[in-house]
């Protein structure tokens, strides 16, 4: 049952197209039970970051699997779209899939080489794929396998060095435009994930006038309290905030414009010719993009940010061959196991019948051997137990390694152990292959 993998990333479509299709992380156990509404999709994770939506499927067909989540991207949430989504897919099919997740795992596929947030991204999808019950054997080990690429990426390489993410390059930007932070009235909208990576940054950067506007004023408390710096300021505040601010950096979940036009322009009154500069790493966008036509507001967003500020990664770029090395031996690993799957019915088959045999045996020559003592029995138990494993052991290393080599060939082998053995359940099996 093929495996694949259909998105959207930053490599090609923009912010606007991204923002419309991310899925707050609240709807995902729907979207994910919707998905498997499809009749060709078996299994289903999704992975929803600021720079990609990705939907990972097992299915019975390519083609069908294939327009299905398509419908599915242009359906779900959506009754129109005033574009054709097509150009901004791809659209990748077992091996081209599965190196695909390592590469995002690992930060390999990032906008920022190696940056941070992508390996608990992965983790989360896999956890929400978990809670929806859409995930079977194979997404379950993909995923698992990833995430432990990832995770041997980040200790064994430079790949995670230097700690540089989008929040962080927000702050190096807002640094590069307006000079030292110490001074600066500095106001950062949202206390997630995000907010807490610029937060630290501005801090390191000797930032002190800060204000953190969040919907959740209690959390904004805790994000100053953490800080030991700033000041929590509630969402009704937002427009005195703005008034005073030099920078603005905003990262909420929030699904429409946060920051808007009037709000901005209502905010610009009465502060002379002093500029704002707005960075937006939201995705869906906080800032409406018509604040430029306000004079005096300079606004930068997340696809603007590795254009604009140069970010020095020499550490990581080394790292890459490394990192791609990993990348290989948990492919080749997962492949190992994948190509496997459709002989494993008849090893077991054939184990469960070797040991129902066995079991049978010793309970006849125990029965007539009465005399046999514990130490003699273990005895006798051992010796049966190392024979059948010596026999079993050739029967099962070919069909392993036919597997790996020539998927044809292991059924071919499979069906003839079926036939020798009367392995009755393994020959369905060999007829339905696994669809986990």
């Known amino acids: 049952m093929p495996l694949v993998c259909l ?3 930053h490599h090609e479509a923009p912010a606007e197209v991204r923002e419309r299709h991310a899925f707050p992380s609240e709807r995902m156990a729907e979207a994910l039970v919707a998905l498997r509404d499809y009749d060709t999709v078996h299994e289903a994770a999704m992975l929803s970051t600021c720079n990609r939506l990705e939907i990972y499927a097992n299915i019975t067909d390519v083609a069908l699997g294939v327009r299905q989540l398509k419908e599915f991207l242009v359906n779900f949430r959506h009754s129109d779209l005033p574009y054709d989504l097509e150009p901004y897919l791809y659209t990748l099919v077992e091996t081209e899939a599965i190196v695909h997740v390592m590469r995002v795992a690992t930060g390999l596929d990032s906008m920022l080489i190696g940056e941070a947030e992508i390996l608990g991204q992965v983790k989360e999808a896999y956890y929400q794929a978990q809670r929806a019950r859409s995930l079977g054997k194979t997404l379950h080990r993909l995923f698992r396998d990833a995430i432990n690429a990832g995770k041997n990426a ?45 937060a630290k940054r501005l801090k390191l950067e000797g930032a002190q006038g800060l204000l953190v506007v969040n919907r959740s004023y209690d959390r904004a408390r805790e994000l100053v309290a953490d800080l ?6 509630p969402l009704p505040s937002l427009r005195d905030a703005l008034s005073s601010a030099d920078i603005v950096i905003t990262s909420t979940g929030a699904t429409h414009f946060v920051l808007t036009e009037p709000l901005i322009a209502d905010a610009m009154r009465g502060r002379g010719k002093r500029p704002l500069f707005l960075v937006d790493i939201a995705v869906p966008r906080d800032v409406d993009p018509a604040v430029v036509r306000i004079p005096g507001v300079i606004l930068t967003d997340i696809d603007r940010l590795t254009e604009k500020v140069d970010v020095t990664l020499e550490h990581r770029q080394t790292a890459i061959p490394m990192v791609e090395a990993i990348i290989d031996l948990h492919v080749a690993q997962f492949e190992q196991w994948y190509r496997s799957r459709v002989t494993l019915p008849v090893v077991a088959s054939l184990a469960q019948k070797a040991e129902a045999l066995r079991a049978a045996e010793l309970v006849r020559l125990f029965a007539r051997c009465p005399e046999l003592d514990k130490r003699q029995r273990t005895l006798v138990i051992g010796l049966s137990l190392r024979i059948v494993s010596k026999l079993l052991h050739p029967a099962i290393s070919s069909l392993r390694d036919a597997a790996t080599a020539d998927p044809e060939e292991s059924v071919a082998r499979a069906r003839l152990i079926d036939e020798i053995f009367a392995l009755s359940k393994a020959a369905v099996a060999l007829e339905n292959p696994p669809s986990d």
């Open 154 to 198: 980040r200790s064994s390489t430079a790949i995670g060095h230097e700690s540089v993410s989008i929040a962080t390059v927000a702050v190096t930007l807002a640094k590069h435009h307006v000079g030292p932070l110490d001074g600066k009235n500095i106001v950062l909208v949202g206390a997630g994930k995000m907010g807490r990576t610029a």
């Open 7 to 9: 998105g959207i990333s």
């Open 228 to 233: 030991g710096i700033g000041q929590a300021v």
